[in-house]
Structure formats: structure tokens, C-alpha cells
């Protein structure tokens, strides 16, 4: 089994930044694509930055140059610095992580979701 914990959600003002971070664990052989997805309030989940194994970044046209994804693969653990956040960056984040736990067999892994909230 392979569990996600996600950290660092919560209430800031616009213009203001934090950063989100994922930590994967458990029977882990091999991890290959990191990203954050969001769900802002009656909306579908929407991807925000994905960081492949294979290096390279992507991201919502709505979060660039404000948000930066990042990965420590040692840690295991992807992170979202978001910056100059404005009341529409306010939504659940979750984390995906798609890993191997042997045999070659790929799955993607969600995380439990972290409020990030954004005031006016």
C-alpha cells in the first residue's frame, strides 16, 4: 500500500504565499510523475503542475509564474510554493503520485486533499 500526507494548507490573504508539500510512503519500489490538482468550490478537480519523472514541469495557464512545483525524491515528497495568490487560487489541493510497488505494475495515488483558502 502507498499513502500520501499532505501539509501546509490553510488561511492567507491575497498576494500572500504558501507552500503545500506531499509526502509518499509505504511499499514504494519506484516513483515517477508528481502533481497537484485542485477543486475549487462547485467546480471540477483541475490539474495545477505536474513534475515528471523524467524532469521538466508543467502548469495551469491560471498558475503561471506564481506557483512552482518542486520534488525531493529522496523524501519522496512533491511541493507547490504558491505565490501572489488571489481568492480564485481558494480550492481543495490534492497531491497525485504515481509509483511502482514492484512487478512493474504503475498506479497513481491520491492524497487526502488541503484546504487552501484565500481572503479578499
Known amino acids: 500500500q502507498v499513502q500520501l500526507v499532505e501539509s501546509g494548507g490553510g488561511l492567507v490573504q491575497a498576494g500572500g504565499s504558501l507552500r503545500v508539500s506531499c509526502t509518499a510512503s509505504g511499499n514504494i519500489f519506484s516513483v515517477r510523475d508528481m502533481a497537484w490538482y485542485r477543486q475549487p468550490p462547485g467546480k471540477r478537480r483541475e490539474l495545477v503542475a505536474i513534475?515528471?519523472?523524467?524532469?521538466?514541469?508543467n502548469y495551469a495557464d491560471s498558475v503561471k509564474g506564481r506557483f512552482t512545483i518542486s520534488r525531493d525524491n529522496a523524501k519522496k515528497t512533491v511541493y507547490l510554493q504558491m505565490n501572489r495568490l488571489t481568492p480564485e487560487d481558494t480550492a481543495v489541493y490534492f497531491c497525485?503520485?504515481?509509483?511502482?510497488?514492484?512487478?512493474?505494475?504503475?498506479?497513481?495515488?491520491w492524497g487526502q486533499g488541503t484546504q487552501v483558502t484565500v481572503s479578499a
Open positions: 497525485a503520485v504515481t509509483a511502482s510497488t514492484g512487478a512493474g505494475a504503475w498506479s497513481t495515488y
Open positions: 513534475i515528471p519523472g523524467g524532469g521538466g514541469t
